[in-house]
């Protein structure tokens, strides 16, 4: 049973940081690409980052890059989003979600390239 589970949400003012985690168990990691996205209310999910298996690569989307980094541990199958100089348009529910097996790396920033998807943690940006 594979699990992915989020953490490090919460409430910052606009210009503070969180940290986020996933958590993952029940599958092999070390082959499998790891994207967070997010939604915000009224909005669809939308892609934030993806990294590959040995975290040597990374995307982001343009709103994010320079303000967001993905990064992974595989020897804790964890992968993290350190979020710096928030706004409050980034306030949503963050998923994390896994694309197991690789074979070739590319951006993976689509909803149907995931396999799995954890429960979402929400991040609120007060102005």
């Known amino acids: 049973q594979v699990q992915l589970v989020e953490a490090g949400g919460g409430l910052v003012q606009a210009g503070g940081s969180l940290r986020l985690s996933c958590a993952a168990s029940g599958g092999t990691f070390s082959t499998a690409a790891l994207g967070w996205f997010r939604q915000a209310p009224g909005k669809e999910r939308e892609f934030v980052a993806s990294i590959s298996a040995s975290g040597t690569n990374t995307y982001y989307t343009a709103s994010v890059k320079g303000q967001f980094t993905v990064s992974r541990d595989n020897a804790k199958n964890t992968v993290y989003l350190q979020m710096n100089s928030l706004k409050p348009e980034d306030t949503a529910v963050y998923y994390c979600?896994?694309?197991?097996?690789?074979?070739?790396?590319?951006?993976?920033?689509?909803?149907?390239?995931?396999?799995?998807w954890g429960q979402g943690t929400q991040v609120t940006v007060s102005s």
């Open positions: 979600a896994v694309k197991f097996r690789i074979n070739y790396w590319r951006t993976y920033n689509l909803l149907s390239d995931y396999d799995y």
